[in-house]
């Protein structure tokens, strides 16, 4: 769609409007801005729609589209526009609105969570998805979401053992196959993080012991096998791992660089995999010398 025609659909909005507002005093320019911001939306012109949902926002206080109003403006803020700061503001209003609305409000708590820890501000996201908890209403899929979340957080912070008890609970209440595994790779990712090995290769061995996991999780979770088998000092069964998933890792380059330092590295694999803003496990802080390479290998 041109702009001319948006131009054109914005004239016949307003007199469709105009004739459906005939006689029962319809919010005439709430109806046209919701109107113009639902196409520009979906026809790509979103700096137009941006324009259109706020107009709506002002304008329809009592709206009953105002959630959709809202989210739209979050995903154009931060997916599009790139400006996530004006998207966490938005996020902030809206989660009042909506406060005393549990199941409209709980998608954008958690949301706004993600763009809190997004910027680092991980206290603040850990705040946010405990309201989620509080908001679920008992739904299992929700609380173990949030819980997975309220984990990796913890995680970082290095309060290893809060996201144990989480990702435990989470793993319990997952509904299905694919957030049990998705959990599952979670802990034993924190298992490795506290050099617990066993209960690595345990966690890692029942992902790829599920017929419904997904594809790209198992291949993650071998890679992850490999490491944890290559700090017991089996190498042979490390190098087995990697050679299964040459083909499928998403980046090939990096197992067969795996491959060539097998049995070389200098540093622990849990170390390997900190994320970026990790803190190390408590039992590191001292550890090593001036040789010892913190690598971060993002595994996602």
């Known amino acids: ?32 801005d919701l109107g113009i911001a639902r196409d520009a939306y979906s026809s790509g012109y979103f700096l137009e729609a941006e324009t259109a949902y706020e107009r709506y926002l002002q304008s329809d206080p009592q709206g009953r589209h105002r959630l959709e109003a809202w989210t739209r403006l979050v995903e154009i803020c931060s997916g599009v526009m790139g400006d996530p700061d004006k998207a966490v ?36 996201a850990l705040d946010v998805w405990g309201r989620c908890l509080d908001t679920a209403g008992g739904d299992t899929a929700k609380i173990a979401q949030a819980q997975v979340r309220m984990a990796i957080a913890n995680r970082a912070l290095g309060k290893t053992d809060i996201a144990v008890d989480l990702l435990t609970q989470a793993i319990a209440k997952a509904p299905d196959t694919e957030s049990k595994s998705r959990a599952m ?20 061995d029942g992902i790829l ?3 419904k996991a997904p594809a790209e999780l198992k291949v993650m ?4 096998l490999a490491d944890a088998y290559e700090a017991e000092r089996n190498l042979p069964k490390a190098r ?28 622990s694999p849990a170390v390997a995999h900190l994320q970026p803003g990790d803190s190390p496990p408590p039992d590191m802080a001292n550890a090593g010398s001036a040789d010892v390479k913190m690598r971060r290998v993002t595994a996602k």
Do not use: H
């Open 1 to 32: 769609m041109t702009r001319l025609r948006l131009s054109a659909l914005v004239c016949a909005l307003v007199l469709a409007a105009l004739c459906a507002a005939c006689g029962r005093g319809a919010d005439l320019g709430a109806e046209v």
């Open 89 to 124: 503001t938005l996020l902030e209003t809206a989660t009042l609105e909506f406060s005393g609305r549990p199941k409209e409000n709980w998608p954008l708590l958690f949301r706004l969570g993600e763009l809190y820890e997004r910027r680092g501000q991980r206290r603040k």
């Open 185 to 204: 790779y979670e802990l034993a990712q924190t298992y490795s993080l506290a050099w617990n090995w066993p209960k690595t290769i345990a966690m890692l």
């Open 209 to 211: 012991a599920m017929d």
């Open 221 to 224: 979770s071998t890679f992850l």
């Open 240 to 267: 087995e791992l990697l050679v299964s998933i040459k083909d499928s890792y998403p980046n090939p380059e990096v197992v067969i660089n795996r491959l060539a330092s097998l049995g070389q590295r200098n540093e």
